[in-house]
Structures are given as C-alpha cells and as structure tokens.
C-alpha cells in the first residue's frame, strides 16, 4: 500500500534551514507527482511546493526563492530545502501524492522562532 514518511522537522530560529524529506513506497515513484503542503494552526493546508518527472518543479509564492523542492527516484524520496526561514512558515509539513485518490504523510512539525 502507498505510505508516506516524512521527517528532518523541528525547531529552529528565523533565518535558519532545515531539510525535510519523504520516504514514499507502495507505487512506482518516479511516475508520480509528489507535493508538500503545509497546514498552520487555524488555517487551511496549502501547497507550498510540487515535483514532478523529468525533474518539473513549482514552488508557491510565498516560499518562492527560500525553498527548494528534489527528488531521488534511486531512493524514492522526495526533499524540501528550506532556507531563510521566517515565523510565519511555522507549520505541520506534510507530503502528498495523487493516485486515484490523494495519500498524506504523518505530517512534520516546522517551528520557527526566536
């Protein structure tokens, strides 16, 4: 079945990185669009960014020059590169995939503050 695994969340201050990923398995990755969201508390999930072969890439404006999306199809994973993080990116980050119907991860809390 498909199961998604994220993780490389935590705390950190404004200004900082971190690098999350997620470990996809149950379908043929390297066919499929892969997506992070986030969901801050007492908002909607939004998309933040989206990967697709051969290597098609989109990220939302909000995060536009800070984060970066990547996938290893040799690992079936798929990363975000977060850079120069702000409060306001504070959220649970999840990884997402559309086969049919969508499959979530747990979910991966980012905590920025100072």
């Known amino acids: 079945q498909v199961q998604l695994v994220e993780s490389g969340g935590g705390l950190v201050q404004p200004g900082e990185s971190l690098r999350l990923s997620c470990a996809a398995s149950g379908f043929t990755f390297k066919i499929y669009r892969m997506a992070w969201y986030r969901q801050a508390p007492g908002k909607q999930r939004e998309l933040v960014a989206s990967?697709?072969?051969?290597?098609?890439?989109d990220v939302s404006d909000s995060v536009k020059g800070r984060f970066t999306i990547s996938s290893d199809n040799a690992k079936n994973m798929v990363s975000l590169q977060m850079n120069s993080l702000k409060p306001e990116d504070t959220a649970v980050y999840y990884c997402m995939v559309t086969i049919g119907r969508s499959y979530w991860g747990q979910g991966t809390q980012v905590t920025v503050s100072s």
């Open positions: 990967i697709s072969t051969p290597g098609s890439t």
